[in-house]
């Protein structure tokens, strides 16, 4: 997804308080939220009614031992393979023991605050991770000011730091970024967020490089690609007090660039991401849909995650529509355990000719919006 983020700016902040409250209270909340949602929804016969499967669950469970050291090294890289050890660098925030249904409510403080309030108002339930972009225009942007990640680490909740490979201009290029001469600014981003307390960010380098949109979506610079996407994870694994997940990071569906020839070998990548927009055909089956995607991450013994994902409203008129069966197809999708799904952020955000914000009376999507809802409340029970 293209966004335009805003540039470092001066900050007041806001220390939020977690979200506190037992299971029952929670599952009465989302009971309430089934009970006042008018019913779309058709259940397949073979989904459950309330809990996940196990090894979703098991596969979302990260450590919280706060005292415990772990070295550079070790970090996520070198599990063995094993996708339930994936996430195990994953520590300090809230536990995540089942599916949570993530979001990306708008850039830095903004989008930390319509998280915390218009989502869960519509979701019922506090978001585990908030997905974010840095801004490209500098250097100094894309490695974390504290104008971006301040909000985050007060919110309580898990960043998702989507990085850009490149600045804006046009002299920076990813034959540089491969031979090192960006190294620097990959250590001072892995720093700031140890010390923003944001040691457990899942980072998503250089993501939807095979959608040809970006400046580091370039087909005739694949291997240039490659290499600096293995050395940003190097320099970022080289921080001490890091334990970041990394999310390699495309588009579903029929793409410009095959993805499989910008994949930077199991060493690198913890988890595989995948964004998916309804455009109006069938996501999951399509030729690269996420049926696809779920063989592949499975032939790499990786977890898969949604990255992105949103019904699409386009000014161009290619966009799905106020469509709530897609809604209900990827929440079939990413509880189906063959799936292997760890995470899913919604794109809750929209533009005068690019939208998918289900939230606010003046969504263009009212039945998606009740889908969603509709949802969640049957997730949380």
């Known amino acids: 997804m293209v966004l335009k983020v805003p540039t470092r700016r001066r900050l007041r902040e806001t220390p939020r308080s977690r979200p506190s409250g037992g299971r029952r209270a929670a599952s009465t909340a989302a009971l309430a939220l089934l009970l006042s949602v008018p019913v779309y929804w058709q259940a397949p016969a073979t989904w459950a009614a309330s809990a ?34 994936a996430l195990n660098g994953m520590r300090g ?31 019922g339930t506090q978001p585990a991770q908030i997905l974010d972009f840095a801004a490209s225009d500098n250097w100094w942007n894309i490695s974390g000011e504290a104008w971006m990640l301040v909000p985050h680490r007060d919110s309580g909740k898990r960043l998702e730091y989507s990085l850009p490979l490149l600045t804006d201009d046009a002299s920076t290029s990813l ?16 720093t700031n967020l ?57 588009l579903s569906g029929p793409t410009p660039i095959d993805a499989r020839d910008l994949y ?4 690198y990548v913890d988890v595989i ?25 499975t032939d790499h013994r990786k977890p898969l995650a949604l990255d992105e994902w949103g019904v699409t409203w ?43 914000r289900l939230t606010g009376s003046g969504t263009r999507f009212p039945l998606a919006a009740a889908q969603m809802r509709l949802e969640s409340a049957r997730m949380a029970l």
């Open 264 to 267: 930077p070998g199991d060493g």
């Open 314 to 356: 386009r000014a161009l008129g290619d966009g799905g529509g106020d469509r709530p069966t897609f809604i209900r197809d990827i929440f079939g999708f990413m509880q189906n355990p063959k799936n292997n799904v760890v995470w899913a952020n919604y794109f809750d955000y929209g533009t005068s000719t690019d939208d998918h």
């Open 93 to 123: 925030r809230t536990p995540v023991t089942r599916l949570a249904l993530s979001v990306y409510a708008g850039p830095a403080a903004k989008g930390v605050q319509r998280a915390s309030d218009d989502w869960s108002a519509l979701v």
């Open 194 to 250: 140890v010390k923003m307390q944001l040691a457990d960010t899942v980072v998503r380098p250089g993501w939807e490089a095979n959608g040809g949109k970006y400046r580091w979506a370039q087909a005739e610079q694949r291997a240039s690609y490659v290499a600096c996407f293995r050395r940003v994870v190097t320099r970022l694994r080289a921080v001490p007090g890091q334990h970041f997940t990394m999310s390699w990071s495309m």
């Open 175 to 190: 034959s540089a970024c491969a031979a090192g001469e960006y190294d620097a600014w990959w250590t001072r981003l892995g």
């Open 52 to 85: 996940l499967s196990a090894p979703v669950a098991t596969t979302l469970a990260r450590s919280v031992d706060a005292g415990s050291s772990q070295s550079t090294s070790s970090s996520t890289h070198g599990t063995g393979g094993d996708p339930q050890n």
């Open 273 to 297: 991401g995948v964004s998916a927009y309804d455009m109006g055909f069938d996501i999951i089956n399509q030729p690269r849909g996420l049926a696809w995607w779920t063989g592949f991450a």
